[in-house]
T-cell receptor, first 112, second 112 residues
Framework: ELKVEQNPLFLSMQEGKNYTIYCNYS?????LYWYRQDPGKSLESLFV?????AVKQEGRLMASLDTKARLSTLHITAAVHDLSATYFCAAPWREYGNKLVFGAGTILRVKS | DAEITQSPRHKITETGRQVTLACHQT?????MFWYRQDLGHGLRLIHY???????NKGEVSDGYSVSRSNTEDLPLTLESAASSQTSVYFC???????????FGEGSRLTVL
């Protein structure tokens, strides 16, 4: 069974600081997805990482994928309040037709 | 613009009633999914479909059913609603290839 674990599950940080959210998954996968969810809203696709070593950046967020370590990171640079949201990673479960299995989510609160 | 819409957005029903949540997408995606989101459980897959007349069970399919009579729609039916089915339900679709999911706005269901 594919398990996807995120840490931390809750992150409170000051504006201007840097931090990293980690996403570990338990079985082989060559791709990884990151989503953002604002309170009471839907999930919005942030990054699609399709190969080992993939790195993508959008504004203050940068995501990377290491398929050998079964690890993806979402790095936040100089956080601003608008980044406050819940961030989910998801990995495809190869033995289950590549259905996406989601992590529990990381609640990020950026304090002014 | 292509989109995915869910209805109703909010519904309150009684135990034992049949409930149907609608999902309509204009992306022309073959793949459609239903997830439920609960605190402490993240997103869990209920049912999914890879095309017309194709339906498959996800990890939490008991008490739910879907049908796919055309590309655009995947309605989710709760045959006899139970309080344990109080949740937020998300429909999603994806095109073949990247596996990236596009989510609807969600349907909040309360079963009293």
């Amino acid at each position: 069974e594919l398990k996807v674990e995120q840490n931390p599950l809750f992150l409170s940080m000051q504006e201007g600081k840097n931090y990293t959210i980690y996403c570990n998954y338990s079985t082989t996968s060559d791709r990884l997805y990151w989503y953002r969810q604002d309170p009471g809203k839907s999930l919005e696709s942030l990054f699609v990482l399709l190969s080992n070593g993939a790195v993508k950046q959008e504004g203050r967020l940068m995501a990377s994928l290491d398929t050998k370590a079964r690890l993806s990171t979402l790095h936040i640079t100089a956080a601003v309040h608008d980044l406050s949201a819940t961030y989910f990673c998801a990995a495809p479960w190869r033995e289950y037709g590549n259905k996406l299995v989601f992590g529990a989510g990381t609640i990020l609160r950026v304090k002014s | 613009d292509a989109e995915i819409t869910q209805s109703p957005r909010h519904k309150i029903t009684e135990t034992g009633r049949q409930v149907t949540l609608a999902c309509h997408q204009t992306w022309n995606h073959n793949n459609m999914f239903w997830y439920r989101q609960d605190l402490g459980h993240g997103l869990r897959l209920i049912h999914y479909s890879y095309g017309v007349h194709d339906t498959n069970k996800g990890e939490v399919s008991d008490g739910y059913s879907v049908s796919r009579s055309n590309t655009e729609d995947l309605p989710l039916t709760l045959e006899s609603a139970a309080s344990s089915q109080t949740s937020v339900y998300f429909c999603a679709s994806s095109e073949d290839g990247t596996g990236e999911l596009f989510f609807g706005e969600g349907s909040r269901l309360t079963v009293l």
